[in-house]
């Protein structure tokens, strides 16, 4: 089995390109619900985060989210902490999930997978690109916050440019070209690729 991730920067779609994926019968492990998942439950990752955070970090056994936001996004180091005490756990997690998986490929979607290293992983790497623009505004919208905070998540996030070149293959979610299409072309070609046992990876922007 394939084991591919999806990733893109904040606003570029890559939730709702997986979900199309998800119809043609392929499971996507959703890293950021997988995180605020072990967050919760994962008793050793949970003492840390209050450890460096603070208790105020947990409203009961419930992760305060907005707090983490808070402070955490507009602090670069604070930032880097959270996400080298939440990647190795998350990665353990995909890794066991992926080992369960049984469909020619599967799909890990996550915004932080160069950043995390959990490409080292994969086979191959899904990028779903969408321009500045359009970036800022569907994150403004879906979470109803400013354009400086959208701005402060992006900086916690490779450059898009980089991000793409190391990609294997582009979706473009720009709203000219349809995104079912690019799925279906896509999928078909890493059933292909499973059948083959080809895990060569290669660039492709088909």
Same mark, same amino acid.
């Given at each position: 089995?394939?084991?591919?991730?999806?990733?893109?920067?904040?606003?570029?779609?890559?939730?709702?390109?997986?979900?199309?994926?998800?119809?043609?019968?392929?499971?996507?492990?959703?890293?950021?619900?997988?995180?605020?998942? &072990?967050?919760?439950?994962?008793?050793?990752?949970?003492?840390?985060?209050?450890?460096?955070?603070?208790?105020?970090?947990?409203?009961?056994?419930?992760?305060?989210?907005?707090?983490?936001?808070?402070?955490?996004?507009?602090?670069?180091?604070?930032?880097?902490?959270?996400?080298?005490?939440?990647?190795?756990?998350?990665?353990?997690?995909?890794?066991?999930?992926?080992?369960?998986?049984?469909?020619?490929?599967?799909?890990?979607?996550?915004?932080?997978?160069?950043? #995390?290293?959990?490409?080292?992983? &994969?086979?191959?790497?899904?990028?779903?690109?969408?321009?500045?623009?359009?970036?800022?505004?569907?994150?403004?919208?879906?979470?109803?916050?400013?354009?400086?905070?959208?701005?402060?998540?992006?900086?916690?996030? &490779?450059?898009?440019?980089?991000?793409?070149?190391?990609?294997?293959?582009?979706?473009?979610?720009?709203?000219?070209?349809?995104?079912?299409?690019?799925?279906?072309?896509?999928?078909?070609? &890493?059933?292909?690729?499973?059948?083959?046992?080809?895990? #060569?990876?290669?660039?492709?922007?088909?």
């Amino acid at each position: 089995m394939l084991k591919v991730g999806i990733t893109g920067g904040i606003g570029s779609g890559k939730s709702t390109v997986a979900r199309i994926f998800e119809t043609l019968g392929i499971p996507v492990y959703y890293a950021d619900d997988a995180a605020r998942r &072990l967050m919760n439950e994962d008793l050793s990752l949970r003492n840390e985060i209050i450890a460096h955070f603070g208790p105020q970090a947990y409203h009961g056994n419930e992760l305060d989210r907005f707090y983490l936001a808070t402070n955490v996004f507009k602090d670069k180091d604070k930032l880097r902490l959270l996400n080298s005490l939440t990647h190795p756990v998350t990665i353990r997690d995909s890794d066991e999930w992926m080992a369960k998986q049984t469909t020619p490929y599967a799909l890990k979607e996550a915004a932080l997978i160069f950043e #995390s290293g959990a490409e080292k992983k &994969l086979d191959y790497v899904i990028g779903v690109s969408a321009p500045l623009p359009l970036r800022i505004d569907r994150s403004m919208k879906r979470d109803n916050i400013t354009m400086e905070k959208v701005k402060e998540r992006m900086n916690g996030q &490779l450059n898009e440019e980089e991000k793409m070149k190391r990609c294997h293959f582009l979706i473009y979610n720009d709203e000219l070209r349809a995104l079912i299409p690019q799925v279906i072309l896509l999928h078909n070609k &890493l059933i292909s690729l499973s059948a083959s046992r080809d895990y #060569s990876p290669r660039r492709s922007h088909e």
